[in-house]
């Protein structure tokens, strides 16, 4: 089984926690839901403790009138195996289930998100019980998906931990001397001589000053990959038990986009389809979480995901919590269907009375009204779903631009001493994201082990570790005559973060043409301006001072030293006029976009709205062959555009022939049918 659930149009609706409230509520809930078409509900995802009372005692009648319910109500249900917050007598029955934190700390029962994954008791418990929800619910008529866990994150640093985390080890690096070789700790005086010496590295070992200061990259990366096994090892084991009695049914978990502490890519394989929930921070623009969408999109070669959580007006767990303006839900709705969104969910249908989320959003309030804005819009977009069909299902982006992005050069940039603690891993490549959006092409996000072959256009920022035989098929883009483009703290280590004997970018320099002996890092105050085609673009943090062996110069430093000398240069590759770009120094987003435009450029890869920068668009093709093109107009005024071809708007019903006016709405959006 693979692929997100079929469904006859674009599944609406969110987390529902009926548990919450006695039934007489669930009726209004469920009138209120027919009105907004609302037909899709994530229910069981905190219910453990009701499930599992005690130990021997399972209780799963309130869960069955729950689907029931739904299914006399002909709405479909998303099932949570509810094993992300624990019930108070198995943390009690089993301390260990309780992780130790980085300081060293073994927390008390509270909160969820938090059991130890590998503790035996938690994973024996979780199984159990996604089984016997399995067991019960495979063939039940309301069931769509199966939803695993929660946003599964964080670390754990207990002796269990570390027990696997030795064992993760031999099996990853098999002799001692291997690993020795690997961590490189002859330096400091660190050669291993038994596995039981080996501790996780933490506030009490190899760190200092928190999570990203450690004396060993080599230690932390491998726990960072550990970790991300760890829980993954928790989801597969879940997954498993649903299996032996759900055979058909699709199982994903909601990820959380741009999440630092675990590599999806490692867990894309076992999810049936992914999914994510969408909180992007407070002063993000849109191409924020657009990057996260394209992200989740790459997570399965392209196919559709869900929008598993957003919220309809605003989030609680923040100091500051903004509502979210009128008309921006329906955007940000509309924004992820354009990127290959096959479901709108929102966390949550029904705002709980107490505990730390009562001031979250949510499409029904304490007072059950119907006639409040919030209410008002989720079912506006209801009906236009309703209206759009199945159209977009199944559908995908046919982009033939890719951006890598690799969970190990985040986590290794920032846990490197040097050469600044103020670059960014997500910043840069946000930077050159944002860049090719606004430039109106459709960008793929894909790990370093994507197949490359379909792309004109690789953009590789900060590509810090080079792994595999990555740096010959970047080669192999350029050489078909694609453009490559990788950047300052590029090409630096192996999948050990041990730096390369070679030049920098070590594996990447023949198709950079360039070498950098140096580099220079400032304060953020200080930029060195950038002379690109005679306009000056600035640059900050960090400079690397580039001595070209081959490549040709596009813009040079204008100060210091080594002004004069080249910040960002290209490379022809190859005899089709394939070329490698290197970015030398972290430019501000106008630099970025005239490098990234004149890249895309030579590939006629820019957009026929790119001048509407305040215009998202976005293409998704159909399983039939159909092109769609999304236009999303981020402004707070009207767009004024002319239709570059003949298109209908699936969402007005408007035709416009090629050259007509075509207008959007402040943050308006329109669904073309092209042709
Ligand atoms: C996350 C969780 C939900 C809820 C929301 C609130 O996404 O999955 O349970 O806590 O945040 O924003
Ligand atoms: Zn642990």
């Keep these: 089984m693979s692929g997100a659930p079929g469904t006859p149009k674009i599944p609406y609706g969110g987390d529902y926690n009926p548990e919450q409230w006695p039934e007489e509520v669930w009726s209004a809930d469920h009138r209120l839901f027919t009105q907004a078409g609302i037909d899709t509900l994530t229910v069981g995802v905190f219910a453990w403790s009701l499930l599992q009372p005690a130990p021997d005692t399972y209780d799963f009648t309130f869960l069955d009138r729950i689907l029931d319910r739904a299914a006399a109500e002909a709405r479909r249900v998303v099932l949570g195996t509810g094993t992300a917050a624990l019930p108070p007598w198995l943390a009690k029955a089993h301390p260990e289930v309780n992780r130790t934190d980085f300081e060293g700390r073994r927390h008390g029962y509270g909160q969820r998100h938090n059991f130890c994954p590998s503790s035996p008791a938690y994973r024996r418990l979780s199984t159990a019980l996604a089984g016997r929800l399995a067991q019960r619910y495979a063939d039940h008529p309301a069931l769509l998906a199966w939803h695993v866990n929660n946003e599964y994150g964080g670390a754990c640093y207990c002796e269990l931990c570390a027990e696997a985390f030795r064992e993760w080890l031999r099996a990853r690096h098999g002799t001692l001397d291997a690993l020795n070789d690997a961590w490189w700790t002859t330096f400091w005086s660190h050669r291993y001589t038994d596995w039981a010496e080996i501790e996780p590295p933490s506030a009490l070992t190899e760190h200092w000053r928190g999570p990203d200061h450690t004396a060993f990259q080599g230690i932390t990366l491998d726990y960072q990959r550990f970790m991300t096994d760890a829980l993954l090892g928790c989801f597969v084991a879940e997954k498993e038990a649903i299996r032996a009695h759900s055979r058909d049914t699709p199982v994903t978990t909601n990820f959380m986009g741009l999440y630092r502490p675990l590599d999806y890519h490692r867990w894309a394989p076992h999810l049936d389809f992914a999914s994510w929930d969408s909180y992007p921070p407070l002063d993000a623009p849109p191409s924020w979480p657009a990057l996260a969408h394209d992200l989740m999109r790459g997570l399965k070669d392209g196919a559709p995901f869900w929008l598993m959580e957003q919220t309809p007006s605003t989030t609680a767990c923040r100091d500051v919590n903004p509502l979210r303006r009128p008309g921006e839900s329906r955007l940000a709705s509309w924004q992820a269907v354009a990127h290959g969104a096959d479901a709108v969910l929102y966390f949550q249908m029904r705002a709980s009375r107490g505990a730390c989320e009562k001031y979250h959003g949510a499409v029904i309030g304490h007072a059950g009204r119907h006639d409040t804005r919030v209410f008002h819009e989720v079912a506006l977009l209801g009906s236009e779903l309703e209206r759009l069909g199945n159209v977009t299902l199944g559908a995908r982006t046919p982009a033939r631009t890719a951006l890598l992005f690799d969970w190990d050069s985040w986590w290794a940039l920032e846990i490197s001493d040097g050469p600044s603690r103020l670059m960014k891993y997500i910043d840069v490549v946000h930077g050159y994201y944002r860049a090719a959006r606004v430039a109106g092409a459709d960008v793929d996000v894909v790990p370093v082990t994507a197949d490359l072959s379909a ?221």
């Design 455 to 675: 792309y004109d256009v690789v953009l590789a920022p900060v590509l810090h570790l080079v792994k595999g035989d990555v740096a010959e098929r970047l080669e192999a883009v350029a050489a078909r005559g694609g453009t490559v483009l990788t950047t300052f703290l590029s090409g630096r280590g192996d999948e050990h973060d041990r730096a390369f004997l070679t030049d920098v970018p070590g594996p990447l320099g023949r198709l950079t043409g360039v070498r950098v002996d140096e580099w220079d890092s400032r304060p953020p105050e200080v930029t060195n301006p950038v002379d690109l085609d005679g306009q000056e673009v600035a640059s900050r943090l960090v400079f690397e001072i580039v001595v070209p062996q081959g490549a040709e110069l596009v813009g040079a430093y204008t100060s210091d030293f080594y002004a004069g000398t080249p910040a960002i240069t290209r490379n022809r590759f190859g005899d089709r006029g394939g070329e490698g770009w290197y970015v030398a120094t972290h430019l501000d987003d106008a630099g970025t976009d005239r490098v990234v435009r004149r890249v895309l450029d030579r590939h006629g890869l820019v957009g026929p709205y790119a001048e509407h920068t305040d215009v998202e668009t976005s293409t998704r093709v159909t399983p039939d062959g159909t092109h769609l093109l999304f236009l999303l107009n981020h402004a707070a005024t009207d767009a004024q555009l002319t239709a570059h071809t003949a298109a209908t708007d699936l969402l007005s019903g408007q035709h416009h022939e090629k050259g007509e006016p075509l207008t959007l709405d402040p943050l308006g959006v329109a669904v073309l049918r092209i042709g």
